[in-house]
């Protein structure tokens, strides 16, 4: 009992030296860091496409070396060797999706790029 009392006051007693943080969170912070005023929108759309398809990318990748160790730690259980075979199927159609979108982003991107759109009054 000691102990999580001894606990709760470490952590409350943290709190107020993040009050004293005066930074504030603003729009034009996060557009200044993606690239907003130097870049436009087709380029911006393009990074954070790419960043987001590179997030899922590593995430199949992960679920591949996690379906590895569970195989491998498997013992012979057909259970447990089924399941992995499926964890690592299921993450390579994934990882292809992945790599598919990718390439239709960057050849949509590359063949509207010198696209121009009048507008007739």
């Known amino acids: 009992m000691l102990r999580w009392l001894l606990l709760a ?3 409350t007693a943290a709190v107020p030296a ?8 603003s729009v034009q912070d996060v ?4 690239g907003l005023p130097s870049k436009n929108l ?13 997030m899922l990318a590593l995430l199949a990748v992960v679920f591949i070396i996690y379906a ?3 195989w491998m730690t498997a013992a012979g259980n057909e259970e447990k060797i089924e399941r ?14 992945v790599i598919l979108a990718w390439a239709i982003v960057i050849f949509v991107a590359g063949t509207t790029s010198n ?3 009048s507008v007739t009054p």
Not at 18 to 25: G, N, R, V, Y
Not at 31 to 34: K, L, P
Not at 42 to 54: A, E, F, H, I, Y
Request: glycine share 8%; net charge positive.
């Open 42 to 54: 087709k380029d911006v759309t393009v990074n954070v496409v790419s960043w987001v398809l590179g």
């Open 84 to 97: 992995a075979k499926k964890i690592i199927s299921s993450a390579v159609i994934g990882l292809v999706i």
């Open 18 to 25: 993040f009050a004293q943080e005066t930074t504030l969170f």
């Open 31 to 34: 557009g200044s860091i993606v």
């Open 68 to 70: 590895g160790f569970v």
């Open 115 to 117: 696209v121009t759109r």
């Open 9 to 11: 006051t470490c952590l």
